[in-house]
């Protein structure tokens, strides 16, 4: 897919190289985005760069300009003008995307233990998950997303006990009727037993030990209680638009004996050292100091641990991908990288790329399944569909029926919450605010949704077919700087998933809805008087609609076409 601006990107790298040639200096060309009225493109000089003004010019480049060690590119704006329009037109919900790369990627996301709904400390995980799968879909991979299930685990033991044991009765009804919802009740009050009962403690623990050594009833028993809970994640998935393709469960690699080669693997290394009974790698020489020094991979009784089975999890995954890739809690930290460690030591070539993200909270302090203190995300799906809901009925209730300020609403509170969580950087903590993720104004989805239904009513409103329209009477400097905007899409796509790095679609999106607001508020449209100029100017409008739905589709929000 050869989009103008990297046909831009090919021409100046060749017009550098020949003049880099010709001074007989020897170096990498890397081309940057320089400050603003400082050119399109630029390059570092590490010498006098004088000569470099003579450079001959391309059918791209227009003006070649030294300033303070640097060499400034300006691109001729009406033949990007034309060249980038007439690309959005013919390519519409495909332009952005690029060339197909015959590479599989997995991306692991959510993972949630399933003993009760997600809770909005976790809320970023799917979210940044999903996202993720969309951009590197657009960036030409195969992608496949993987919810890996704890099946084996101590919580969904302490559930599956609960309800199995627990008279209903004695669980408050919660306020969703939504399966994880009604059953989180059992594990709350199971937990609260375990702790005061030794013979509870002993039940849950026996459930524990069979399901680690693969008897095949636990299991099954297991996995009638994950199932439950499961429903009514996917149903909360389901409504901020996130699927999963593919769940794992851990049992899998108890039942196939991959741990118990892990197991075999890891005793043999010289790394490997007793301890009551138990067995762990010694990971000071890796680098890992302190407690955390040893990695413990087989209990004194012969069971494995969590560690042990993702080790053979991602052994698994490596023989069905060429990249894989993990959203993980910044919590996670130290056991993804003993993780590592202990793939590396087998030889393994294809190791996770893990993408560490920082908790959501609300005002008011921490969250905790256990002890019912949790905000759960069905109740923050609910709340910002509310307040979307006030915001629509402020704004246009003497004018759309009730049914359609509820979809209306539906769409912006969803968007919002996304957008939220996706434009603050993984690894920066969040504290969920409700006066910018509804912000009309500034940077959040229901600005650049706006924006898009802007687009989408004034091209309702045309009388005229754009049909050979001339984007080269394109003149005005906020049509051609939105223009260049729209150019650099492709080019943000390619970035945001390189570096996997959601966020900078967001700032993205932003950056277009301000720049087409300005368009608007600079250049008739409708009111044109000149046909052919006005014609020009709907294309420009219809194309900023595409890349603005492009891009918010990468974010797995609807683009309205009213509000």
Known sequence: M????????????????????????????KLEIPPENMGDFCFSMLFSCTNCKKMEKGKWVAKIDTHGGYVNFYIDGKRLASKTLDSILKMKEEYGYLQKKNKKIIIEHTSANPNGPLHVGRARNPIIGDTLVRIFGAAGYDVASQFYLDDLGKQVAILTWGINNIDPNNITLPKYEKPDHMNVGFYQEANKLLEEDETVAKEIGEIVKKSEHGDSKTIALVHETCKLVL?????????????????????????????????????????????????????????????????????????????????????????????????????????????????????????PKPVFYAFVSMPGGKMSTRRGRVVYLDQLIDECVERAYGEVKKRRGNELSEKKMKEISEIIGIGALRYNIIKVQPEKDIVFKWEEALNFEGNSAPFIQYAHARACSILSKKEDSVKDANALLLKHDSELQLIKKLAKFPLVIDEACKGCRPHIITTYLCDIAAQFNQFYRD????????????????VLVDSTRIVLRNGLDLLGIVAPEEM
């Open 231 to 351: 429903e009514g994640i996917n149903e909360s998935l389901d409504r901020i638009n996130i699927h999963i393709d593919k769940y794992v469960p851990e049992s899998t690699f108890v039942k196939d004996k991959s741990v118990e080669k892990v197991i075999s693997n890891l005793k043999k290394m010289p790394y490997c050292n007793e301890e009551d009974g138990a067995l762990y790698l010694d990971l000071e020489s890796f680098g890992i100091h302190g407690r955390n020094t040893n990695f413990f991979f087989l209990r004194n009784d012969g069971t494995s641990l969590y560690a042990t089975r993702d080790i053979a999890y991602h052994q698994w995954k490596a023989k069905h991908a060429d990249m894989l890739i993990n959203v993980l809690g910044e919590d996670h930290k130290l056991e993804a990288r003993q993780v590592e460690i202990a793939l590396q030591l087998q030889g393994e070539k294809i190791l």
């Open 2 to 29: 050869n989009y103008p601006l990297y046909e831009v990107e090919n021409e100046i790298v060749s017009l550098l190289k020949n003049a880099l040639t010709k001074l007989n200096y020897d170096c990498e060309v």
């Open 523 to 538: 250049c008739h449209v409708l009111s044109e008087e000149n046909l052919e100029l006005r014609k020009a100017r709907l």
